[in-house]
C-alpha cells in the first residue's frame, strides 16, 4: 500500500488518546469521520494490512486527515455525530428517511382532544405508541373516542355536531363541561394506553350484565359492542413481555463489510413495530453501533423508552450515558431471547440484502471505478452531463445531470435558458453553460466533478474544454459521447487529442454511460418542452385585448397548456373571472386557429 508523505508524517506524531478523525480526499472534502479509543491505533490502521474492497476504495480516495483530541470515549462519539450532521461525509452512516410512525396524542388544552399524529412536540400533550401503522393508530383511536366523548372539532363551533348526537362527544360548545370530568377521562385514556385495557374491559363487562339485569337490553348491546372493538383492537397481537414496561431491542451483525441492526419497538408487553437497517461500515463494529443509537434517537419520531436492551459486544455504560436512558445487556431469560431473536432477524435481513448489494454495487461504483481505468483517469465519483435542446435555433436550452458514485442525484440537477446564442448554434450554446456552470462553482465553493461528459461530438467538447482550461484555469476531464444512426449511445470520446475509449458493449460502464446519456438527454428535452409550451401560451394571448399579465397567469394556471385553453367554452372563461366580451373575443381567437389547422 502507497502511503503519501503528508500522511505519513503525520501518523508518527498522532497522539494515544480518545478523540475523532477527519479522513479527507484530493479536494480537500472530508469524506469520513471516525471515533476511536486510541487514535494513534486506529488511524493508523487504514495504512497497514490489507482490507476489504469496499474499505480499501475509502483509502484510496484519501489524501489527508485531521484530528480533535477528547477527554474521554463519550466526548469522542458525541463530537462524531455532531461533525457527521455538520459535514454529511459520503462514507458514514447517515440515517436520512427519517422513518415516521403514528402516534395517538392526547392534547394539553381547555377542552382536550384525541388526535393522531407523526409529529411529536414538546407542547405539554400526551403522546402514546409508535403504532405499527396508520391503521392501527386509527382503530384504537376510533375505540376510545366511542369510550370517552371528547370534543373532535379544532374549533368550537357554535352549535352541536353530530358527534354529539352519536355519543361520542360532550359538545363543550354549548355545554359547561368541568375539568373534574376531563380529569376522569383523560385518565382514564393515559391508563387504558398504557396498557391498563383489561380493567376497562372488565368495567365494562360488569356495566353489561347489570344492563342485562335491568332488561336494558340496547344499553347492554352497546357495551357488548364496546367489548368486541377491545377485544378486536387490543388483543390480537402476540405478548412479547409480561411488565408492560416499554422498550426497544436491538441486536446486530456485520458481515463482508456490511452491518444490519434490526430494532423491535415493544409497547405495553407487545411488538408493535420492527426497524432494519443495513449499511457499509469502516470502523470497529460495537463503536459503528453506539453512533447508530445516537443518531437513531436523535431523530424527532423515535422516542426513548424507559429500556433499552442491546447485545453482549456493545458497552451499556457508553451507551447510557450517551442516551440518559436505562440501557442492560441481559445475560439470560425472556429479555436475551429478545436480543437473539433481534440478532436473528438481523441476519436474515442481512444476507437477503447481499444479493442486491452486490448487484447495485457492480451497475454503480464497480462501474466508474472500471470507467476510471479505462479513460486513465482518477475513479469519476461525481459525473456532470450536459445537453443542448433547440427547435430550430427556438428557445434554445441546456441541462445538467449530476450522477454521484454511479447514482443519479436529482436535486443537483440543473437547467439553462440559453441568454447570449441567437440561433442554433450548439458550440456557443455549449460554451455560455459551461461558463455560467463552473464560474458559480468556483465563486460558491460547491464540489467540483471528477470527469464531465458532454452529449456530442469533437465540436461541443472542444468548445467545453476552451472554457474550462483557458477561461476558468480548471483541469477536469471531459469526455464526450457519440450517438449511431438509430440515436443509441456508441462511443465514448476522450484525450488529445480525442481518441475512441474501448469499453464492452455489454460493461456495466458502457450501460452507465447510457443511462447518462438517456437522463441528461431525457431532462433536457422535458424542460425545452415546458419552454415551449409556456412560449405558445403567452403568444396567443399577446395577440388578444383585455388580456393582460393578470389574466395571461389566470388562464395559465387554469388550463395549463394552449391544447385545454382551446377545448374551453365561453363559460369557462367567465368562470375564472373573465368579462363575458373577453372571454368571447378569446375564443373566437382561439377558434380561427384551430380552423386555419
Known amino acids: ?15 494515544d488518546q480518545p478523540g475523532c478523525y477527519l479522513m479527507k480526499d484530493r479536494q480537500g472534502t472530508i469524506i469520513y469521520i471516525g471515533k476511536a479509543k486510541v487514535l494513534k491505533n486506529r488511524v493508523r490502521s487504514y495504512f497497514t494490512g490489507s482490507h476489504d474492497t469496499k474499505t480499501q476504495r475509502l483509502v484510496n480516495e484519501i489524501r489527508d486527515f485531521e484530528y480533535i483530541i477528547t477527554s474521554s470515549n463519550i466526548e469522542a462519539l458525541i463530537l462524531e455525530m455532531n461533525l457527521i450532521k455538520k459535514h454529511d461525509p459520503k462514507y458514514n452512516i447517515m440515517l436520512k428517511d ?6 395517538i396524542k392526547l392534547t394539553n388544552e381547555r377542552h382536550p382532544r384525541l388526535i393522531i399524529t407523526r409529529k411529536v412536540k414538546k407542547d405539554k400533550g400526551k403522546y402514546f405508541g409508535p ?3 396508520a391503521l392501527a393508530a386509527n382503530e384504537t383511536k376510533k375505540l376510545l373516542d366511542r369510550l370517552y366523548p371528547l370534543r373532535k372539532c379544532q374549533t368550537l363551533p357554535d352549535r352541536v355536531c353530530l358527534y354529539y348526537h ?21 385518565n382514564e385514556i393515559t391508563k387504558f394506553l398504557n396498557g391498563g385495557y383489561k380493567e376497562i374491559k372488565a368495567d365494562l363487562q360488569k356495566k353489561m350484565e347489570e344492563a342485562a339485569e335491568k332488561l336494558e337490553f340496547e344499553r ?32 446486530y451483525v456485520l458481515d463482508k463489510g456490511w452491518m444490519c441492526i434490526q430494532v423491535f419497538f415493544i409497547r405495553q408487553g407487545k411488538l408493535i413495530e420492527r426497524d432494519v437497517s443495513t449499511f457499509p461500515v469502516y470502523g470497529e463494529a460495537e463503536e459503528e453501533f453506539l453512533t447508530f443509537l445516537g443518531q437513531f434517537y436523535s431523530q424527532p419520531n423515535h422516542f426513548k423508552p424507559k429500556e433499552i436492551l442491546i447485545p453482549e459486544n456493545a458497552d451499556p455504560q457508553l451507551a447510557e450515558q450517551l442516551l440518559g436512558v436505562k440501557v442492560l445487556q441481559p445475560k439470560k431469560g425472556q429479555k436475551k431471547d429478545l436480543v437473539q431473536l433481534a440478532t ?14 452486490e448487484k447495485d454495487e457492480e451497475r454503480t461504483v464497480l462501474a466508474i471505478e472500471k470507467l476510471g481505468e479505462a479513460m486513465g483517469i482518477y475513479t ?22 449530476v450522477f454521484i458514485n454511479g447514482k443519479p442525484d436529482k436535486k443537483e440537477y440543473r437547467k439553462y435558458k440559453i441568454k447570449t446564442v441567437k440561433g442554433p448554434d450548439d458550440y456557443e450554446s455549449m460554451r455560455e453553460v459551461v461558463r455560467r456552470r463552473y464560474t458559480r462553482v468556483l465563486r460558491e465553493g460547491l464540489p467540483l466533478p471528477d470527469l464531465i461528459v ?10 467545453a474544454r476552451e472554457i474550462l482550461e483557458d477561461e476558468l484555469n480548471l483541469d477536469i476531464p471531459i469526455a464526450g459521447l457519440a450517438k449511431d444512426d438509430k440515436h443509441r449511445t456508441s462511443q465514448l470520446l476522450y484525450g488529445s487529442p480525442l481518441e475512441i475509449i474501448p469499453l464492452g458493449r455489454n460493461s456495466q460502464e458502457f450501460y452507465l454511460l447510457q443511462r447518462i446519456q438517456d437522463e441528461v438527454h431525457r431532462f433536457a428535452i422535458t424542460f425545452h418542452r415546458q419552454l415551449r409550451g409556456k412560449s405558445a401560451f403567452q403568444s396567443v394571448l399577446d395577440e388578444i385585448e383585455g388580456i393582460g399579465p393578470a389574466r395571461k397567469k389566470i388562464l395559465r394556471r387554469h388550463f395549463s397548456s394552449l391544447k385545454k385553453m382551446k377545448e374551453a367554452t365561453v363559460e369557462d372563461f367567465t368562470n375564472i373571472g373573465l368579462p363575458v366580451k373577453t372571454a368571447q373575443i378569446l375564443k373566437e381567437h382561439l377558434q380561427k386557429q384551430v380552423e386555419k389547422k
Open 1 to 15: 500500500m502507497v502511503v503519501l508523505d503528508n500522511i505519513k508524517n503525520k501518523l508518527e506524531i498522532l497522539p
Open 220 to 251: 347492554a348491546k352497546e357495551y357488548r359492542d364496546q367489548i368486541s372493538s377491545i377485544e378486536a383492537t387490543m388483543e390480537k397481537q402476540t405478548m412479547m413481555s409480561a411488565d408492560f414496561v416499554n422498550r426497544d431491542v436491538f441486536g
Open 98 to 103: 427519517d422513518k415516521s410512525y403514528p402516534y
Open 454 to 463: 458532454i452529449d456530442g461530438g469533437k465540436g461541443q467538447i472542444e468548445a
Open 131 to 133: 403504532y405499527p401503522n
Open 344 to 357: 436473528k432477524n438481523a441476519h436474515m435481513a442481512l444476507n437477503e440484502k447481499f444479493s442486491l448489494i
Open 380 to 401: 469519476p465519483y461525481r459525473i456532470e452531463a450536459f445537453d443542448n435542446s433547440n427547435l430550430q435555433g427556438a428557445d434554445p436550452v441546456s441541462a445538467l445531470v
Open 166 to 186: 352519536l355519543g361520542q362527544c360532550l359538545a363543550p360548545c354549548v355545554n359547561e363541561v368541568s375539568q373534574e370530568t376531563y380529569k376522569k377521562m383523560t
